[in-house]
């Protein structure tokens, strides 16, 4: 066995010395990259996919369900700061099944639910009144949770204390609520009239005008937006008017800026200049029906058509003067003649258009429009990774925006291009002042790397097998070079023993010594 070993070390050994440097340089090569290519695939392939179980959790939730994942000996892992929890892919639909049995997950919030689960004899009033205001503001979020556009919400109400006396009248309550709106979502006035009402007729005795509502981005959702009746006569109401264009334009350029860069990456400030000059006047104007040839609408028309023929009357007598003296005065009579007359009278009556107009302009008018927006590029410590294609997209935009929303009869001109440039400021660059928060991104490959990775598998192991091939070839001509001749011996030749040499040498001292023979057999024969 070690003799065998030995054999093949020493078989080895010649054959690598028998290389040039360029071939071990491939073999070692060639060794090392299947080595490689084995190490990846066979982890791509025996890893495991985790994929989100639950996502938008509070820390408690996320808290819960960790913990019973772990008594269950399952693989998990925590993302999005605390908000995600990922398991195996193939283990999903299960393990959901099984947390909803256990009742998880658990907000750690009171409902309704508690009373029927720890009602008992000894809690207090105070204790009492406390966890029915918890309940009460976690049913409501609840409620409002299920409105489209609503990812989460907080409640926060206060209830007045009940008076001790009959004549105390009733304080109102308020509420406070803050909702995590999905980003570029745009809530129509039905709806935030409708959020409005349900938090109203949830809560005894909350009027609308005690409830506060904004969203994650400092938007406030105002109940009486595009309906309040003021004409802009006041301070307060000139300057809520002015908040109110501005919001809105803001709102609708987050909204499509958010959409196209993200809305970490983009931060808009909008300025307005209203005109709350008021405008009532009285128009009364007279205008032709046809306004091309300057005419009306003929009503009446009168034609009349006279002709004369015939002789004449001859003309005589003194002429009259007032003076007697006055020279040329005389009259020369003339000579008979014939004559024609013709007399026409065409009268025509026309009718125009008389307008009367009570016009009351727009209590507000937009003189003039400033967006200020600043944007974060992809790479913040590289400004030069936003292209500048995207930045002038970005000024169009824009542009666009404040051209439609300044009054045309304000300026007294048509807006420049020039003129919309000055009114628009785009900055590109890092935000110093936004929290970062660490996530753990996992990689996830596409199938066809798999693909890939399986075919460069299948030609290296073809390759390796015709290697190997060659190289047990090349081995085999050289050991049967260096091996020593084996004799074989001839299996119809007689092997020789002592009774077949005694044989040989009597039959050749018989044939020349036949005497010596002759007296070797008397004296054997003697003996006998």
């Keep these: 066995m070690n003799e065998s070993i030995k054999n093949y070390k020493n078989k080895i050994k010649a054959f690598w010395s028998g290389r040039t440097k360029k071939?071990?340089?491939?073999?070692?090569?060639?060794?090392?990259?299947?080595?490689?290519?084995?190490?990846?695939?066979?982890?791509?392939?025996?890893?495991?996919?985790?994929?989100?179980?639950?996502?938008?959790?509070?820390?408690?939730?996320?808290?819960?369900?960790?913990?019973?994942?772990?008594?269950k000996g399952i693989q998990s892992e925590i993302a999005d700061n605390g908000s995600t929890i990922k398991v195996p892919d193939d283990v999903v639909d299960t393990l959901k099944v099984q947390?909803?049995?256990?009742?998880?997950?658990?907000?750690?919030?009171?409902?309704?639910?508690?009373f029927s689960q720890n009602a008992g004899l000894g809690t207090t009033d105070n204790e009492f009144n406390v966890i029915k205001l918890d309940a009460m503001q976690t049913e409501l979020a609840n409620?409002?949770?299920?409105?489209?556009?609503?990812?989460?919400?907080?409640?926060?109400?206060?209830?007045?204390?009940?008076?001790?006396?009959?004549?105390?009248?009733?304080?109102?309550?308020?509420?406070?609520?803050?909702?995590?709106?999905?980003?570029?979502?745009?809530?129509?006035?039905?709806?935030?009239?409708?959020l409005y009402q349900l938090v109203s007729k949830s809560v005894p005795n909350l009027p609308t005008d005690n409830i506060v509502i904004m969203n994650q981005y400092f938007e406030y959702f105002d109940?009486?937006?595009?309906?309040?009746?003021?004409?802009?006569?006041?301070?307060?109401?000139?300057?809520?008017?002015?908040?109110?264009i501005e919001r809105d334009v803001q709102r609708q350029v987050q909204m499509m800026l958010g959409t196209l860069m993200g809305q970490d990456k983009v931060v808009v400030s909008v300025s307005a200049d209203v005109d709350f000059t008021q405008e009532n006047r009285v128009e009364n104007l007279v205008e032709p029906v046809d306004k091309e040839n300057m005419k009306g609408i003929a009503i009446s028309a009168e034609n009349i058509s006279e002709t004369f023929t015939g002789k004449a009357n001859q003309t005589g007598g003194t002429p009259q003067s007032e003076s007697t003296s006055d020279t040329g005065s005389s009259y020369l009579a003339g000579s008979d003649?014939?004559?024609?007359?013709?007399?026409?009278?065409?009268?025509?009556?026309?009718?125009?258009?008389?307008?009367?107009?009570?016009?009351?302009?727009?209590?507000?008018?937009?003189?003039?429009?400033?967006?200020q927006v600043m944007v974060e590029p992809p790479?913040?410590?590289?400004?030069?990774?936003?292209?500048?294609s995207t930045v002038n997209d970005i000024t169009k935009i824009l542009g666009t925006i404040v051209r439609t929303s300044i009054d045309k009869s304000s300026t007294g001109k048509a807006l420049t291009d020039q003129d919309i440039k000055n009114k628009i400021v785009v900055s590109v660059q890092p935000f110093k002042g936004k929290t970062n928060f660490t996530q753990t991104a996992q990689t996830v490959f596409p199938w066809w790397i798999y693909v890939v990775g399986g075919i460069l598998v299948a030609i290296i192991a073809l390759l390796l097998i015709l290697f190997l091939r060659k190289n047990r070839k090349v081995v085999e001509d050289i050991s049967l070079d260096q091996a020593e001749p084996i004799y074989v011996p001839d299996v119809n030749e007689e092997h020789e023993n002592e009774n077949t040499l005694k044989q040989k040498q009597l039959e050749k001292m018989a044939k020349e010594h036949p005497e010596d023979f002759a007296k070797l057999l008397r004296t054997w024969i003697a003996e006998d």
Excluded: C, H
């Excluded at 609503?150 to 909702?179: H, R, T, W």
């Excluded at 109940?223 to 109110?244: C, I, M, P």
């Excluded at 009570?358 to 429009?369: C, T, V």
């Design 337 to 371: 003649s014939n004559g024609d007359s013709e007399k026409i009278d065409n009268k025509v009556n026309y009718d125009v258009n008389r307008i009367r107009k009570q016009i009351a302009e727009s209590p507000y008018k937009i003189r003039d429009l400033g967006i």
């Design 99 to 114: 947390l909803a049995s256990e009742g998880l997950p658990k907000s750690g919030s009171i409902d309704y639910s508690f």
């Design 143 to 194: 409620l409002i949770k299920g409105i489209e556009g609503v990812q989460d919400a907080k409640v926060m109400v206060n209830l007045p204390e009940k008076g001790i006396f009959v004549s105390d009248k009733d304080s109102v309550a308020s509420a406070s609520i803050v909702l995590n709106t999905k980003p570029g979502y745009q809530f129509r006035d039905d709806q935030i009239t409708g």
């Design 379 to 388: 790479k913040p410590n590289n400004p030069k990774s936003l292209p500048k």
């Design 223 to 244: 109940l009486n937006k595009g309906k309040s009746s003021t004409n802009g006569s006041t301070f307060a109401d000139q300057s809520e008017v002015r908040k109110q």
């Design 23 to 71: 071939q071990k340089t491939i073999y070692i090569s060639s060794a090392l990259f299947l080595l490689i290519v084995i190490s990846l695939t066979s982890f791509f392939t025996t890893r495991t996919t985790l994929v989100p179980l639950y996502s938008n959790l509070s820390p408690s939730e996320t808290g819960s369900i960790k913990q019973s994942l772990d008594a």
